[in-house]
């Protein structure tokens, strides 16, 4: 190489090629900040870490800000949860009370209900904590008393029934969750609503239970075979049902159960 073609100067970037090498560099950019994209943040990690591992400061890491940028938007982690719970309630409504429906509608609800709590890990617990009092569920309450109070139940039945089929969904979505949370720590994803090797587990219970003295676990005995349900699903419209046709016996008409109601 002479010292000519060393000394020849580099020529400098293209115009095209400094646009290029500017765009490789540009930095995404981010979406605004909002209080739909802190809840949806909480549900990605409650979903993967469970109430227990749900914290500010992983919402704020899972967004990708600081702690203190997400109290713009909730006030506290309790306002969070209750955010979170009212979610769950959107585009959900109740149909017009129909006294001739009532059961199926409540079995709707109850149905319903528990898909909901299903949807995310811990729903459940986070249901019990919170009571449905607020702006946004009240009319939701409104809609289910007028089921009751339309279908002819006493007044005092009508105002415990709520809550009785709301406690009975939270505690059986409950165990479902803990079923599921089982599964998980024992290898699987902990994605199936039904229990985790039920079938076998159902079928040693009722060789169990079969197996029973008959002189001293006679009814046991008797019921081996249907004490245990391979539904999950199948078990909870039972205990709907159950207790449908409990409030229904306080209907006014022949046969029906009088005194708890004046109680």
């Known amino acids: 190489m002479t010292d000519e073609a060393a000394e020849t100067p580099t020529p400098p970037p293209s115009p095209w090629e400094r646009e290029r090498r500017a765009r490789t560099h540009v930095t995404p950019t981010r979406a605004p900040l909002s209080r739909e994209r802190v809840v949806e943040a909480a549900f990605t990690v409650l979903d993967r870490q469970g109430l227990d591992g749900l914290s500010m400061r ?19 982690k309790d306002d969070l949860l209750e955010l979170m719970y009212t979610r769950l309630f959107d585009g959900f ?35 019990m904590a919170h009571v449905p009092f607020t702006a946004e569920l009240l009319p939701h309450v409104e809609a289910l008393l007028a089921i009751f109070r339309t279908a002819g139940l006493p007044d005092r039945i009508a105002a415990e029934a709520g809550d009785l089929i709301s406690t009975y969904i939270d505690g059986f979505v409950l165990e479902e969750g803990m079923w ?5 720590r024992h290898g699987g994803d902990g994605s199936s609503l039904a229990r985790p090797d039920w079938s076998g587990m159902a079928g040693e219970m009722r060789e169990y239970f079969a197996s029973l003295p008959a002189a001293e676990f006679p009814h046991l005995r008797a019921l081996a075979g249907l004490i245990v349900s391979d539904s999950s699903d199948e078990r909870f419209d039972t205990g709907v049902e159950i207790i449908l046709r409990g409030l229904a016996s306080y209907l006014p008409g022949p046969g029906a159960c009088g005194g708890v109601a004046d109680a």
Do not use: C, F, K, N
């Open 58 to 76: 992983q919402v704020a890491a899972e967004l990708g800000v600081t702690v203190s940028a997400l109290y713009a938007y909730v006030s506290s």
């Open 93 to 127: 409504a109740l149909p017009e009370p129909d006294p001739e429906r009532w059961r199926e509608q409540v079995r709707d609800y109850a149905r319903a209900g528990r898909r909901r709590l299903l949807s995310h890990r811990d729903m459940a617990r986070i249901s």
């Open 180 to 184: 599921q949370d089982r599964a998980a």
